[in-house]
């Protein structure tokens, strides 16, 4: 009797216990097993389904490396060097220290690949320079700092496209190239409004840097910047996977901290080891708990159920996409991005594949999508960041972030409605048909 409503039940469940303040990842995996005993179907599904979904997959190997490569680059005297070359680049421009927040961000996301990585590592030195001495307004400063880590998973490697990966059977190495040209659109864009706010504002130009000093800055900032140089190159030539590039990032971001820079000692090699074992456990019972409730969702049809509601509407795919890119901005507002990538994502991804939207295009919208969650209110967890480390009010930050998440908006629209802005770079290399 019960099994005809093992589906309500499921949900039910999972909202009571989530509302109770257990961690999500425990919701799901009690939820499913609950359903699972509740259907009348092995309980020993579950373990399964965690078992082939997190450690039979080869891609999910590649999410410890990259959180591991980014908490060395974090440890290292790495942010140093970053910063003395966007100087050298960029200081001599209006608002020069808000433009090296912008090149900063792109720079340390082609190490991390992850939005929270960027604003608590290079994005905490770079607000605190800006707000030093009132140089700029507090708000706007950690604004710009949120919004521009916001490419971090953009721009290859990204931890969430890998997720995607996992959840879509996509490839991860397409992935990766798809979000180069978007990430760069980005950063222009995010150039082009700190110039026109600067001089408007009256923003500080810093101090110019003898040209005899640029050869050793970019020597000294050369080692870190080849890493992003080094993962696509070996991804686009083929000497690599993209989960042995992950391995290949580890090796080399270790090699600079403990060799080339002497900055890592046994002390500081075990607390990266301890951070990355502590944020991958975390990760893990999230996937764990995913490929569980989703397992169930499946059996359940609901992606189907999903599919033939919208196509009731008679939704095309343009339609589609802007219901999708709709829906999640509001998610975004309440809702983290491993919940929502790895719960909502898997429902409509069969709908947009029988639309015939490219699968690759599809993730590099929904992930750009959650990113700009992550600075909106109230949820903005980036927000909440900066002002832990900072120390900036949240009232200012959030008067100066709604611009960004306007121009951001519109930069997703762009590259929902012109898929080849996404898929140019990955056919160009080969890698895509």
Not at 224 to 231: D, G, N, R
Not at 241 to 249: F, L, N
């Amino acid at each position: 009797m019960l099994a005809e409503y093992a589906l309500p039940i499921l949900v039910i469940l999972l909202i009571v216990i989530t509302a109770s303040g257990l961690p999500f990842s425990i919701s799901m995996i009690v939820s499913s097993i609950f359903y699972l005993l509740v259907s009348g179907r092995d309980v020993g599904l579950a373990a399964e389904n965690v078992l082939n979904g997190v450690f039979g997959n080869f891609v999910a190997l590649a999410v410890p490396l990259f959180i591991f490569a980014a908490n060395i680059m974090e440890s290292g005297k790495i942010t140093e060097r970053l910063l003395k070359f966007s100087l050298a680049m960029v200081g001599r421009l209006p608002g020069g220290l808000a433009q090296v927040n912008v090149i900063t961000s792109l720079i340390f996301s082609g190490m991390s690949g992850s939005a929270i990585s960027d604003a608590a590592g290079v994005g905490k030195v770079v607000t605190g320079m800006m707000i030093e001495k009132d140089r700029y307004p507090r708000g706007f400063a950690g604004a710009l700092t949120a919004a521009t880590a916001v490419v971090g998973p953009i721009f290859p490697p990204s931890i969430p496209l890998v997720f995607y990966a996992l959840i879509s059977s996509t490839s991860v190495g397409v992935l990766f190239i798809a979000g180069v040209v978007p990430a760069l659109i980005i950063v222009l864009v995010q150039c082009v409004f700190v110039q026109v706010v600067a001089i408007k504002r009256k923003f500080p130009v810093e101090d110019a840097i003898p040209w005899g000093l640029y050869p050793l800055i970019i020597v000294r900032a050369l080692p870190p910047l080849m890493m992003p140089v080094i993962l696509l190159g070996g991804i686009y030539s083929g000497a690599f996977t993209p989960t042995e590039a992950a391995a290949v990032s580890a090796f080399y971001a270790l090699i600079l901290a403990a060799v080339a820079y002497r900055s890592m000692g046994f002390a500081e090699f075990f607390n990266v080891v301890r951070e990355t074992v502590k944020t991958t456990a975390v990760v893990t019972l999230v996937l764990g708990g995913a490929f569980v409730f989703n397992y169930a969702i499946a059996i359940e049809r609901v992606p189907q159920m999903l599919y033939e509601f919208l196509v009731s509407f008679e939704m095309n795919q343009w339609t589609f996409l802007l219901f999708v890119n709709i829906l999640y901005l509001i998610l975004g507002c309440f809702l983290d991005v491993s919940t929502i990538m790895l719960v909502i994502t898997p429902l409509f991804i069969p709908t947009a594949a029988a639309l015939g939207i490219d699968l690759h295009h599809f993730g590099v919208v929904v992930v750009f999508n959650m990113m700009i969650g992550l600075i909106t209110p109230p949820y903005g967890i980036l927000l909440y960041i900066i002002k832990a480390i900072n120390g900036i009010p949240l009232g200012e930050m959030i008067r100066e972030v709604w611009v960004h998440i306007a121009l951001l908006v519109g930069i997703l629209m762009l590259i929902t409605y012109v898929p080849e802005l996404v898929l140019w770079l990955p056919r160009f290399a080969g890698l895509l048909q």
